[in-house]
């Protein structure tokens, strides 16, 4: 079974400054999928970044980047130019690589307040 | 992106009494979808897995007779709390992967249930 851990239950950031997240993960699995996703307020889901196992290269999606370390299994998520929309719960998710379905584990969840 | 919808966003029901919770792919197919419940400030916990056309599989500790999911469509799951008690007051999300997509997945906004 796989577990994903996120050690940050609350952060805060001034706004536009930079911010790290941290998650480490356990699994055997050699091929998997790492994910960030944002859950404002709103409480809707929305994916914040992707990262493939097999790619030693690190996702970035403009003031989104995560730092993939496989061996240590770690995958933090920083984000740069912090703005107040950032303000959100974001959690870590681990998927196996598979096909078609399946499933998400999370972790606990870091609530991320920016300040202005 | 893809759109997935859940109805009712908000129910209040009384202590022994049903509810029905639906999950819709609104612009794609899946052929599985997952329920999730969250506690306030706590991550998604999976309760089920949907299956099109078969039955679902539940986590363990999910009361399978208390919580019945159906998934008769490809485009609808629901989710029916039978019985439903103050302590089955929660935020229940749903997520569907579109048929054939590896690792894609699209989260409903959640339907915040109270049980009177």
């Known amino acids: 079974a796989q577990t994903v851990t996120q050690s940050q239950p609350e952060m805060s950031v001034q706004e536009a400054e930079t911010v790290t997240l941290s998650c480490t993960y356990d699994t055997s699995e050699s091929n998997y999928y790492l994910f960030w996703y944002k859950q404002p307020p709103s409480r809707q889901m929305i994916l914040v970044i992707r990262q493939e196992a097999y790619k030693q290269q690190n996702a970035t999606e403009n003031r989104f980047s995560v730092n993939f370390q496989k061996a240590a299994k770690s995958f933090s998520l920083k984000i740069s130019d912090s703005q107040l929309g950032d303000t959100a719960m974001y959690f870590c998710?681990?998927?196996?690589?598979?096909?078609?379905?399946?499933?998400?584990?999370f972790g606990e969840g870091t609530q991320l307040t920016v300040n202005p | 992106g893809a759109v997935v919808s859940q109805h009712p966003s908000w129910v209040i029901c009384k202590s022994g009494t049903s509810v029905k919770i639906e999950c819709r792919s609104l612009?794609?197919?899946?052929?599985?979808m997952f329920w999730y419940r969250q506690f306030p400030k706590q991550s998604l916990m999976l309760m089920a897995t949907s299956n099109e056309g078969s039955k679902a599989t539940y986590e363990q500790g999910v009361e399978k007779d208390k919580f019945l999911i159906n998934h008769a469509s490809l485009t609808l799951s629901t989710l029916t709390v039978t019985s439903a008690h103050p302590e089955d007051s929660s935020f229940y999300i749903c997520s569907a992967p579109p048929a054939g997509e590896i690792y894609e997945q699209y989260f409903g906004p959640g339907t915040r249930l109270t049980v009177t």
């Open positions: 998710a681990f998927m196996k690589h598979g096909t078609s379905g399946s499933r998400l584990t």
């Open positions: 612009d794609f197919q899946a052929t599985t």
